[in-house]
């Protein structure tokens, strides 16, 4: 079985901070860690995805995230926070599993940017 | 551009009654999914469909129905029997290899009173 757990509910910064939304998962089978986007009554935009080539992945708006084997965690950084920032960020995991893939959503964390 | 289209964007419907909602998509992506999400909760799979005619149910796919007789499209339907349909709805695609993300649609907010 796969599980995410994105261990903030909420995390606050200011415009101009880093940013650093964390992300633990388990998997049963070599995983693919994806970190999507959501800003309000909208749908969800993948911002960079983890599929066993380099460690550290670089997606868009200046994110990027590093797989951690021996921690079990993908974290995701921005050096320097953006107003535009401030949204939903969900962390997926996705295994293959019986033949066939299944997904699993952390619960999200809300990015709130401050000027 | 290709993408994924859901309509209507906002849906308002008296309590007993059925809705349909409309997922397109032009990614020609065999896999397609739907989503409820409340606030706090994330994400919840209702129903998913990895080829044309098959669909499985989710986790919460009691009082839903879906169809997919195209590979384009996967409509959804809220019941009368759904007990909280209140709610946002997220459908999304994916190539059915286990390292393709999903590609979401913009979501339908369906209000029932």
């Known amino acids: 079985a796969q599980s995410v757990t994105q261990l903030d509910s909420h995390v606050s910064v200011s415009e101009g901070t880093p940013v650093l939304l964390r992300c633990n998962y388990s998997s049963s089978y070599s995983p693919s860690l994806f970190w999507y986007v959501q800003h309000p009554n909208k749908g969800l935009q993948l911002l960079l995805k983890y599929t066993s080539a380099a460690t550290l992945v670089k997606g868009i708006n200046g994110f990027e995230a590093e797989f951690k084997k021996s921690e079990t965690s993908f974290h995701l950084t921005k050096p320097s926070a953006h107003m535009s920032d401030a949204a939903e960020y969900f962390c997926?995991?996705?295994?293959?599993?019986?033949?066939?893939?299944?997904?699993?959503f952390g619960k999200g964390t809300m990015l709130l940017v401050s000027p | 551009d290709g993408g994924i289209t859901q309509s209507p964007k906002y849906l308002f419907r008296k309590e007993g009654q059925n809705v349909t909602l409309s997922c397109e998509q032009n990614l020609n992506h065999d896999a397609m999914y739907w989503y409820r999400q409340d606030p706090g909760q994330g994400l919840r799979l209702i129903y998913y469909?990895?080829?044309?005619?098959?669909?499985q149910k989710g986790d919460i796919a009691e009082g839903y129905s879906v169809s997919r007789e195209k590979k384009e499209s996967f409509p959804l339907t809220v019941t009368s029997a759904q007990k909280n349909p209140t709610a946002f709805y997220l459908c999304?695609?994916?190539?059915?290899?286990?390292?393709?993300?999903?590609?979401f649609g913009n979501g339908t907010r369906l209000t029932v009173t």
């Open positions: 469909s990895q080829i044309v005619n098959d669909f």
């Open positions: 999304a695609s994916r190539e059915t290899a286990h390292n393709s993300p999903l590609h």
């Open positions: 997926v995991v996705s295994d293959q599993n019986s033949g066939y893939s299944t997904l699993t």
